[in-house]
């Protein structure tokens, strides 16, 4: 059992604001994903978590017991490192036994599970190298390797695949959530790779300068964002926006169409659909297409559309070329409206 | 691009030639430089007492002892030498007790006063020795440290101890934290986190340094020379008997005080390149 709480936890380097008020519970054995762009606190929030650094303000609970005095050590908790920080003066195997061997535990088991990781991550022919003698992607892997052998009940790990090449990625990722799955792990899983949030969270949370935006599963973090950033950072072109005026009656002008909208809003909103929501019909908005990208089963299309650009993935029977005047529509349930004010989603 | 350009590039075959003989004389020159006093030191240590003194020399030693053996058998040399190496390892001792703890603190930790602490390490340098002589010796006979080796060792320790804590400094500095905290998260505390993952990465910087201390205790004579009289270190003894004593003593003593200092550079030269390989990552 290991439920993470972060209850208020705010830090400050100075005069710099890194986390404002954070709150997080993560459930017993849940993939935990944290997705935000660069610099906007993972790294500090994870150190916060394992004890390397302390939070300003807040606390942190593990499995019901107050852990912020306690020295890394003692929390229960492996980590992977951003940049690796495999032992340079020591063998792979060392490298991966070093835990296992501060907990005085026999020769045998050492080895049994140095090599069960090393197999896991497809390390196992590297286990007498020394950390210079091994590329970027192998010393990640050494890295992630060290801390699944010691088989915590928390795992924090901070960008683990970034420096792999994108099929071992998709592979490492599949063994790495097959591992943590059997072992009743509980994971906090940093990255910027959105397909990879995906298809490994069990939920998200999505930070941005140092606030937790939105935290909830893949398919509602991508289908119901709660925030603008969310919508605009999300999905692969993300969001389009356009600018909605009330027409009264919960009803809403967006371009020069009429839409139902949020019925209690009466101010200006902000009009949202994603890409591949949108479908060529007659009385769609026109738009005209400036740049046409192939790819493969989907034609992605950047037009100008109400003075902004605008992108629709279309199917690639379309032909289209740049130039052309689409009239596109967006799927009725799928449009979100945000409140430009607050930011926030507006049902 | 232009012709110009590419003469710049590609010099002549003359300038190259030139290059190349200016790089070898300096090479050769810069060897000579060293190894010429100290091939004269060994001559006149492998020979005879008379040929020491008498003119003209002679370019090849003669594997004689006879200036060895004086030199062994003068009186109170063996004393002094046995001084000079007490002195220097406890300086070499103290030193990195005191230092490398100080390197570690500087490069690990933010304080308030770092930066002034670390301009007062180096200023410890800044005031020449025989302005400190008299207070210092005032000093040690109050306390009644005078002339005695240990008195001796801590001067030469204020003296090696700058090198030792920047040494130490940039060493430590040169590895990352992360491995530390990696270390941390693994079950140790800062203590096995040091002697598992930071002291072996720093030994040979460590080792290189403490022998760094050894040698500046070794050579140095001012401070042995004003702080002792009783137990003086070979470098203070052969100073004080420069006038009196015979040239063959004073090369054997020069060659007794340049081989340890030799050898010790020349043992640790690998660990000296591991060093700067660790400054260099
Ligand atoms: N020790 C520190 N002192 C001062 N500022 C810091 C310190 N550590 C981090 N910061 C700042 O805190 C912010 C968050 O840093 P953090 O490393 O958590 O970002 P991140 O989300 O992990 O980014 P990335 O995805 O690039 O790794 C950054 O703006 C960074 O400059
Ligand atoms: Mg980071």
């Known amino acids: 059992m290991a439920v993470i709480e972060i209850k208020n936890v705010a830090k400050r380097f100075g005069e710099y604001q890194a986390l404002h008020d954070i709150n997080l519970t993560i459930a017993d054995q849940e993939f935990m994903v944290l997705l935000g762009a660069s610099g906007c606190g993972k790294s500090t929030l994870l150190r916060i978590i394992c004890g390397l650094e302390t939070a300003s303000e807040g606390e942190i609970w593990i499995d019901g017991k107050r852990v912020d005095h306690l020295a890394p050590k003692d929390r229960g908790i492996s980590m992977v490192f951003q940049n690796y920080a495999v032992f340079p003066h020591l063998t792979v195997f060392e490298n991966i036994g070093f835990g296992l061997r501060m907990q005085k535990l026999p020769n045998d088991e050492v080895k049994r599970r140095v090599e069960r990781t090393a197999g896991l991550m497809h390390i196992e022919q590297l286990l007498s190298r020394y950390s210079g003698e091994l590329s970027g992607g192998q010393r990640q892997r050494v890295a992630v390797a060290r801390a699944l052998a010691m088989e915590p009940d ?24 097959g591992v943590l799955a059997e072992s009743n792990t509980t ?9 990879e949030a995906m298809s490994m969270a069990d939920r998200i949370s999505v930070m941005h300068e140092g606030k937790i935006v939105q935290a ?13 950033f969310v919508a605009g950072f999300i999905g692969n072109p993300p969001m389009n926006f356009l600018e909605a005026s009330p027409q009264g009656g919960g009803k809403f002008s967006v371009a020069g169409h009429s839409f139902d909208g949020p019925s209690a809003a009466n101010s200006n909103l902000q009009f949202a659909i994603r890409p591949e929501d949108m479908t060529l019909a007659e009385n769609g908005f026109p738009a005209v297409a400036k740049v046409v990208e192939p790819l493969g089963a989907h034609l992605l299309v950047t037009c100008e559309l109400d003075g902004k650009l605008f992108r629709a993935i279309l199917d690639s029977e379309m032909q289209v070329k740049p130039g052309e005047t689409l009239k596109l529509s967006p799927v009725q349930d799928r449009i979100r409206w945000f409140d430009p004010e607050t930011t926030l989603a507006v049902a | ?30 060897c000579a430089w060293v190894l010429v006093p100290l091939y004269f030191l ?5 020979s005879s007492p008379e040929t020491v003194n008498s003119y003209p020399k002679s370019f090849i030693p003669e594997f004689d002892l006879g200036s060895l053996t004086f030199f062994a058998g003068f009186d109170g040399i063996l004393t002094a030498l046995k001084n000079s190496v007490i002195v220097a390892a406890m300086t070499m001792v103290m030193s990195i007790v005191i230092g490398a703890p100080a390197g570690y603190a500087l490069s690990r930790f933010e304080f308030r006063g770092k930066e002034l602490f670390r301009l007062l390490i180096l200023l410890t340098r800044a005031f020449p020795l025989p302005l400190l002589a008299l207070p210092l010796a005032v000093m040690f006979i109050r306390t009644g440290i005078d002339d005695t ?23 430590f500095s040169g590895i990352p934290i992360e491995l530390e905290e990696a270390a941390w998260t693994l079950g140790c505390n800062r203590l096995t986190a040091f002697q598992k993952v930071i002291l072996p990465l720093v030994l040979p910087g460590i080792t290189a340094s403490a022998i760094f201390a050894f040698v500046i205790s070794w050579n140095e004579v001012f401070a042995a020379a004003v702080l002792t009289i009783e137990n003086r270190t070979l470098t203070a003894f052969l100073l004080q008997n420069l006038d009196t004593s015979p040239l063959h003593l004073k090369f054997a003593g020069g060659f007794i005080l340049v081989v340890p200092a030799l050898i010790f550079i020349f043992a640790v030269r690998k660990y000296l390149f591991a060093m700067w390989g660790i400054a260099n990552r």
């Open chain 2, 149 to 171: 080796v240990f008195g001796l060792a801590l001067v030469h320790t204020t003296l090696a101890l700058p090198f030792a804590v920047l040494i130490t400094f940039s060493l």
């Open chain 2, 1 to 30: 691009m232009t012709a110009a350009t590419t003469e710049v590039v590609e010099p002549s075959q003359d300038t190259r030639k030139a290059g190349r003989f200016v790089y070898v004389t300096g090479v050769v020159l810069l």
């Open chain 1, 154 to 177: 928390v795992i924090l790990m901070d960008e683990p695949l970034s420096n792999l090449d994108a099929l071992l990625r998709m592979e490492m990722r599949a063994e790495l959530k």
């Open chain 2, 42 to 46: 060994l001559i006149n240590t492998l």
């Open chain 1, 216 to 228: 909830a599963s893949p398919i509602e973090v991508y289908r119901n964002p709660a925030a603008k």
């Open chain 1, 187 to 195: 994971a906090i899983y940093v990255t910027h790779d959105q397909v």
